[in-house]
Each structure stands twice: as structure tokens, then as C-alpha cells.
């Protein structure tokens, strides 16, 4: 059963309560979970517009929640640049944080694309200015200080992940928790390695727009299970109708938990590249409580009205951080031209966070909260 309210609850869940709170200003996403017991799990980044700060370490304070003692997991789904600013800011802060990424984003073949793309200094650098890169490059910065300050750091807690890695277990009489990723594949791994190594400019050659990657097959899909409730979170996956690529290999996947989530986070906002029926059918209970984050501006702002209706025909409970309406001011033909001759990407200013608040201590009653522009669908 739901209960539904437009006001989030700022007391600390209980040692045996569970949070779920899905955060979205427009340009960015990020997940907090609370595991129980004063322990939380962060999925990604975003700013607060307003404060430029992270909003999951912001959110956490507020509530009476020190992220340097209690978030006991940072996992960083991809690199796009809507899912990991801020990060570097939570590294820094939370330095006995285990960090967790795709196993392709520490190996030479990123590092070297950081380098020419970023105008960081962690290898010789081109100068660039590309805000994806830029991030990542400061997390790896990040991670480099922490490492000097102790060597050990990196083994007890930098972790590349690949489908089917534990990521966090807790089992006691009270208390069944399992974490594990469901991807990236192995075929992705070697894939985005190449991707990488494709994507260095040649010499001389001093772009400063990084080629656009086709699809997303490198995130991280994380399945969690706390006691009977199980949720996908399923980042911005995308599918890609290879075997052993996207979301069909994790639905053929002999390895994966064959247990049906009551909770999706919709992958890549909604988008129908991020859409597969076998996921829906054989991973998904019959009607759960969806998820979903906008995205609103570069080359086009989802969910579409087409997805929210694809998405509300499987299953009508639907919640989601803001639903894009916005629409770029008309100029005169002279400013556009202008504008497009030297600026990458526009998007709508928008203050404004959304904010999805789950919490649950038995799963057959769910408390959902949403803060506005958040709402249910």
C-alpha cells in the first residue's frame, strides 16, 4: 500500500527503516539509499543549483546524517557529465567511502581520453574544457591524494566494477541486505576500452568536443534487495539488442537474482532507448512503483509525452523529479545563429530540485514523498 504526500520527511529514518530518495533538478540525477542502521549508499551526482554543492551530502546533513561516518558506498554508474557532477566533492569528503565505478574508467585507455579532453593535470593535457571529463578528471585527483596519503587506499577502497560484483552485504537475524551490479558486461568493458582509444585526437588535432559516444552499454545497473522488497535501479543503461551488450544481456544473464523488483528506477529518463520488454517481464513485478528523472536541454529534453505513456501503460504508478516542459525563448535569426556558432548546449535555468522520498520498514507499506517540481504521473 502507498501513502503519498508532497512533504519530505527531514527526521532520520529508524535503524530499521529504509530510504529511497531520487533527486533531479533538470540537468543531473542522483540516488541516496539508507541501508539500515545509520548506513547509506549514494549512486551518483548532481549539484544543487542554487548552492553548487552536492545535493545527496546536502540532503543528508539536513537530516542530522554526518556523510563522512555514514555513507558507507559511492558508486559512480558512468561518466556523462548529468550523473557525476560533484562527485569529486564527495570523494573528497567522505575519504573512507568505498568508490565504486565500470572497470573501464581506471584503465589507460579513459585516463589517456581524460588527458586530452579535460585540461587536468593527471597526465600531459591538451587543454580542454569539456565538464564530463573535467569532473572525472578531479575525481581521479581525488583518489590520487587519497592514495598518497595511504597506499593502502586503493585496495581497501577504489572498486572496479563488472556484472554480478557484491557491492554491499549485511546479514544478520533482523536485517537481509544484498547489493550486487548486473553490469557493465565483459563485452561492454572491451567495447568502451576501445571506445576510448578511438576517441583520443590525433595529433595536432585540437578539438574540444568530445565525439559523441552512439549508446550507453558501460553503466552500472544495480539490483538491491532489502529483505522482501527488491529494487532495479536501472541508470541510464541503454538496450542494445546484442546478446552480450546492454539490458538483453542482463536479462539472459544465468547469474543475475531471479527475483522480480517492486521498485524500478526507469533507465536514461524514460527514453525509448533505454526501453526493453524482457525487462519489464521478467525482472519487474506487475505493476511497481516506478521512478524517473527528466532530463531538459541539449539535444532535447526527456521523458517525451510518447514515453510517459508507454511507461504508464505497463505500470500507472508512476513518479518522476520534473516533467520537462520548458521551452527555449524565441530570438531573431541573427542571435540563433550566433548562439549555435558558440555555445555547445542550452538548456532551461531552473532552481528548482525534485525530490522522490521513499521509506519503508515493512515493504507492503510505502511511504512516498514528493517535494515539487516531483510529482506522480
Known sequence: MLHSSKKINKI???????????????VGECIVLHLGKGKWLIVDSCLN??????ISTEYLKSIGVTPAES??????????????RGAAQIVSECSETRVCYPAALLENEFLSFLSAYSGSDITPILDKNTSATKEFASIVVTLKKHIEANPDYKYDYLSPIMKDTLIFEEINDDLEINIRALSPSSKSYHDALQLFASLLPKAKDLRNIIPAPK????????????????LLLGSDLEETKEQRTGWTAIVNSKQRPQRKASIFKIPHHGSENGHSDDVWEKMVNTQPVCLLTSKIGGRGSIPKESDIERIKAISPVLFCTKVPKGK?????????????ATVKERHILDGEVGHIQLRFSDPSEIEVNCLPPATSL
Do not use: Y
Open 12 to 26: 532520520p529514518p529508524g535503524p530499521n527503516e529504509f530510504e529511497i530518495s531520487l533527486f533531479g533538478p533538470g
Open 49 to 54: 543549483p542554487k548552492t553548487k554543492k552536492p
Open 71 to 84: 555513507v558507507e558506498v559511492l558508486v559512480i554508474t558512468h561518466w556523462h557529465s548529468d550523473h557525476i
Open 215 to 230: 549508446q550507453n552499454d558501460n553503466a552500472i545497473v544495480l539490483w538491491v534487495q532489502i529483505n522482501d522488497i527488491c
Open 328 to 340: 527555449k525563448p524565441k530570438r531573431e535569426n541573427t542571435v540563433e545563429k550566433m548562439l549555435k
